[in-house]
């Protein structure tokens, strides 16, 4: 794995979605408990639509939280445009400049 490689995950139903959402902030700040003021760190959301009824929730890891991107099968991606997408946790103002 590249220390510059970002992961995304699908965690499925927007309406399901806060549950697991803050399972993954629980995780990161048990691995990294400054997570929130960490400008190396950020995890990212964003709902998509499928111009349908239906909305699902893409997440975003960045480098540094590998280990926990694995844990949760995410997958390997070119870093996203971090525009739009809402921060979970981390220094996230940092990661998006």
Sequence with gaps: MNS??????????ALLASSVLQQ???AVIEQFPDAAHD???????RQNSDNGLHCDVNVYFCPKLTKIAGELDAKRCDKPILAGLECL?????ELTR
């Design 4 to 13: 510059t490689d970002w992961y995304w995950k699908n965690i499925g139903d």
């Design 89 to 93: 946790i981390g220094g996230c103002d």
């Design 24 to 26: 993954i902030k629980q």
């Design 39 to 45: 400008p190396d760190i950020g995890v990212f959301w």
